[in-house]
């Protein structure tokens, strides 16, 4: 089994490769160019830290960004902070990610859930090679532009059921620094101090609600297949004197059968030292679909302005770990070996004992509904309680036990007319 998922991940990164060497779309940048031209937002850039939009890589990014209301991979953190509060396993995560040019975006994530209480860290550096050179062609500085973020995560499923999934609620903490080299005057000479005068630190938070339930659902599951997804995202105050890269998104997920799952998101910059200054809508929509048990194919697009991204992707499990590989294209580069392409490990860790816990619920619950069954109502008010002891939230559990009760209510009150008569 192995070797042939080995053969799978070989048979991927060819394709990829084959695919980014023998597109030529020089010619057709210019006319897709053109056309997007209306489209261009004329306050795109006037935000700092930017870096924040660039995605790590993973799921996430694979589907286009389009992300928000699914949450379902470790990758929730650029997106959803909810997702922690309802992941399945606890997971270790490094993302590396080529975006464009020189520039580079290296992420580890951990994240994990203890009951309905998820939480999580993650710490990412987008960085671009600096080198300067005179107008002798000197070398006068050399070093990287570099924005490093360390984020904290918390969340918390309120109201989760067998049947409701709950209301998650999350935030994100955010503290980065940006580091600038040293650059030089206009005589050429190196000014000591000029890069940290340019540097800076900025603090900004997230804050993402999540809900999942089940709508025209064709097949047979104990998860959810409709989502929906809010989130606030890099609301924070300026960094010497310039809005950061705030965001509003709102997203929806449906999964309707089994191997498929589309979603679709809108997100809407927000510029919060002048609102006038905003920009325009974001449009987003991802897909996947689980061709094995071990492979999945991934999709999306994200129509940005005039920037229409493109994203492909696959996930590949081998044991306990996943591996993610995805290529994105968009107008800012062209199809090239390497560039755009970014790279994901993930190692999932247990679930801390909650399948093992949900399937012996079900074992006790199926034990009552056949004490019910027997007669013995009792005794299967008395398993049940056990399941719930396990579980509280286990509804069908508690509908048995009031069930049950009714049922005695009435055997009660036949007797006492029997008696009566």
Excluded at 31 to 48: A, W, Y
Excluded at 91 to 120: P, Q
Excluded at 246 to 275: C, H, R
Aim: with cysteine.
């Amino acid at each position: 089994m192995y070797n042939r998922r080995f053969a799978v991940i070989i048979i991927f990164s060819l394709f990829f490769a084959s695919t980014a060497t023998a597109l030529d779309l020089s010619d057709p940048y210019i006319d897709i160019s053109n056309i997007f031209e209306p489209f261009i937002d004329v306050n795109e850039g006037l935000t700092s830290f930017r870096s924040l939009l660039v995605p790590g890589g993973g799921r996430s990014e694979a589907m286009g960004s389009a992300f928000c209301a699914l949450a379902n991979d470790i990758s929730f953190f650029e997106t959803n902070p909810a997702g922690s509060s309802t992941m399945k396993n606890t997971e270790l995560a490094v993302f590396h990610n080529n975006w464009i040019a020189d520039s580079r975006l290296e992420t580890v994530s951990v994240t994990s859930r203890t009951g309905n209480f998820g939480y999580g860290a993650s710490f990412r550096c987008f960085y671009v090679p600096f080198t300067e050179y005179n107008t002798f062609g000197e070398r006068v500085s050399r070093g990287y532009y570099s924005e490093t973020f360390a984020v904290l995560n918390a969340s918390y499923n309120f109201l989760a059921g067998y049947y409701f999934k709950g209301i998650a609620v999350g935030a994100n903490l955010k503290a980065g620094y940006r580091y600038i080299p040293d650059y030089s005057d206009n005589y050429g000479n190196l000014k000591s101090g000029s890069g940290f005068e340019q540097s800076a630190v900025a603090v900004m938070g997230d804050i993402g609600f999540q809900t999942q339930f089940n709508l025209l659902k064709l097949y047979n599951s104990r998860d959810s297949n409709f989502f929906l997804g809010l989130t606030f995202r890099n609301f924070g105050p300026p960094v010497m004197k310039e809005p950061l890269p705030s965001v509003i998104t709102f997203g929806t997920a449906y999964k309707p059968a089994n191997p498929i799952t589309i979603s679709a998101e809108i997100q809407k910059p927000i510029n919060l030292s002048d609102p006038a200054l905003s920009g325009t809508m974001i449009y987003g929509a991802g897909i996947i679909v689980d061709v094995a048990s071990f492979f999945s194919f991934l999709g999306g697009i994200q129509l940005k302005g005039a920037n229409p991204r493109i994203s492909i992707g696959g996930e590949i499990n081998v044991g306990d770990m996943q591996f993610n590989i995805n290529y994105t294209l968009d107008m800012t580069t062209q199809a090239a070996l390497f560039n755009r392409i970014s790279l994901a490990a993930k190692l999932n860790l247990g679930d801390k004992g909650r399948a093992e816990r949900a399937r012996r619920v079900e074992e006790i619950y199926i034990e009552g509904l056949k004490l019910y069954a027997s007669g013995d109502l009792e005794a299967a008010i008395a398993q049940w309680n056990k399941s719930l002891a396990i579980d509280k939230r286990f509804d069908p559990a508690k509908e048995g036990i009031e069930t049950a009760r009714i049922t005695l209510s009435l055997q009660k009150k036949i007797r006492e007319i029997q008696q009566l008569e």
